[in-house]
């Protein structure tokens, strides 16, 4: 199973300012998932990053908002840009592999 | 995508079997059904998934209809560990691989 860390493990922000958050994976997988949790709420996917090409985004999320990078096998990062309090959730990175998806722990982002 | 039904809430008492259901009548025919778990302030889990066959592992048994417009997700015997929120994901078996969550059932298991 893959073993997959997150910094930071939360945060407080203040508006207007950006956060870049890390996903490390213990082991070298293809696919990697942006998902964002907002309080009291289900999972929604922001985007489906691939090592060697561009992100693909989920209606309603965009690049210049969400960027993310994959420079390699094993990491990747999302910023959350230009924050504002509706941006406020728990942000989890996950992994497909082995025919099921591995999550990582969350990053809990707080936006004053 | 397909969507799902599950109820919003169940309660169980703990040493008791509980029978979370899930309605997924626009399922294709490759679509895998997943469940997940979210245990409280922790990221979801994998439980178990399917195809056709019922299914068993070490942490519940997964019952699908055979018309597999739904399925049923069993936890033999709850502990106060299994009160989480469960979901029930149609997965579609080819190059996405991307899960989409619906709203789950938040199951609460009394000692």
């Known amino acids: 199973s893959a073993v997959i860390s997150q910094k930071p493990s939360r945060d407080i922000c203040q508006r207007g300012t950006s956060l870049t958050i890390q996903c490390q994976v213990d082991s070298q997988v293809t696919m990697m998932f942006w998902y964002r949790q907002q309080p009291g709420q289900s999972l929604t996917l922001i985007a489906t990053a691939n090592q060697g090409s561009e992100a693909t985004y989920e209606s309603g999320f965009v690049i210049d908002k969400f960027p993310i990078s994959r420079p390699n096998l094993t990491f990747s990062t999302l910023t959350v840009s230009n924050m504002s309090p509706e941006d406020s959730s728990i942000y989890l990175c996950?992994?497909?592999?082995?025919?099921?998806?591995?999550f990582g722990p969350g990053t809990r982002l707080t936006v004053l | 995508d397909a969507k799902t039904t599950q109820p919003n809430s169940m309660e169980s008492n703990e040493e008791e079997p509980v029978h979370l259901p899930c309605n997924h009548s626009?399922?294709?025919?490759?679509?895998?059904i997943h469940w997940y778990r979210q245990l409280p302030s922790q990221g979801p889990e994998y439980v178990i998934h399917g195809l056709t066959s019922n299914v068993n592992n070490r942490m519940a048994s997964l019952a699908i209809a055979e018309d597999r417009k739904s399925s049923t997700l069993i936890l033999h015997r709850a502990t106060l560990r299994d009160a989480a929120v469960y979901y029930c994901?149609?997965?579609?078996?080819?190059?996405?691989?991307?899960?989409?969550f619906g709203t789950g059932t938040l199951l609460a298991v009394q000692p």
């Open positions: 626009t399922i294709s025919g490759t679509d895998y």
């Open positions: 994901i149609p997965l579609y078996g080819g190059a996405t691989n991307k899960l989409i």
């Open positions: 996950s992994v497909f592999q082995g025919g099921y998806q591995f």
